[in-house]
């Protein structure tokens, strides 16, 4: 009856002249005033236009408003039933070849922030049959669902060390130039992501059967990461077999979507 009571009004629709960032900014504040139809219009909104407006705003779109999005969904039922239509209709254009790469990261979006891989994990190995060019391409997107599935093989098969090393340094390079006079804690944080992703690296190799390779990139992450604190215990574990523990626990994630609703 709440919802109802509060949802009840003029639908909105988008000015003449839309600023992206302010219409995400209204979904969060609709949201938390109860105007939920409102807030999932604006959603919808941003996740189909924002970008022919605001190119900048990829990003975000992929993570902080599908974020936001699936919030108002626990809220408001009508709004997890249109976050799983944009996935479907995502998924349908994944498969069948339209507009692969964007199509195949909404899916992987939507599926991290249900925390439901499974989706993702179906697309792609639909795509994988048809090209595995394309699947090489993708890899990065479908990561995280190939390992929520235990699907090794695959999560190696695919795993560039080189390319993989040289993101993870120009990212941390980049976070620490960007943040000199940041705290010790956030400047712990880059190395944290840094040694937990380069032993996931040695891991998903030793875990796919590459073995010698395995060894190789552990050779390689030492010697390039190598002013990493706590690098070496994980990649003994990683040699063994055993992926790091998550950036974010369960526990903390949990208690970080709380804290968004």
């Known amino acids: 009856m709440l919802v109802t009571a509060l949802s009840v009004g003029a639908a909105w629709t988008p000015p003449d002249k839309p600023d992206a960032k302010e ?47 699936a919030t108002l969904a626990e809220q408001y039922p009508p709004a997890m039933q249109a976050l799983l239509k944009e996935r479907a209709d995502a998924a349908t254009d994944a498969a069948e070849g339209r507009n692969v790469f964007r199509a195949f990261s909404d899916v992987a979006a939507i599926d991290r922030e249900l925390e439901d891989y499974r989706e993702t994990y179906r697309v792609f190995l639909l795509i994988e049959n048809r090209s595995e060019e394309q699947a090489r391409r993708l890899y990065r997107s479908a990561t995280e669902a190939l390992v929520a599935m235990k699907d090794f093989p695959r999560a190696s098969k695919y795993l560039d060390v080189d390319a993989e090393f040289r993101s993870l340094s120009d990212m941390s ?8 006079a940041a705290s010790r804690p956030a400047r712990d944080s880059v190395d944290r992501m840094v040694r937990t992703k380069a032993a996931q690296v040695v891991a998903l190799l ?6 010698a390779d395995a060894v190789k990139a552990a050779e390689k992450a030492r010697a390039e990461f190598k002013d990493v604190p706590e690098l070496e215990p994980l990649l003994v574990k990683a040699l063994e077999g055993q992926l790091p523990p998550p950036l974010m626990s ?12």
Do not use: N, T
């Open 173 to 180: 390079w980049h976070l620490k130039r960007q943040d000199q």
């Open 206 to 211: 030793q875990l796919g059967g590459r073995g």
């Open 23 to 69: 219409i995400l900014d209204g979904a969060r504040e609709d949201r938390q005033a109860g105007r939920y139809e409102d807030a999932l219009q604006k959603h919808l909104w941003f996740h189909r236009e924002a970008l022919k407006h605001e190119p900048s705003m990829s990003g975000v779109r992929g993570s902080y408003a599908i974020s936001d999005w």
């Open 250 to 261: 369960p526990e903390a994630r949990a208690a970080w979507k709380k804290s968004r609703r």
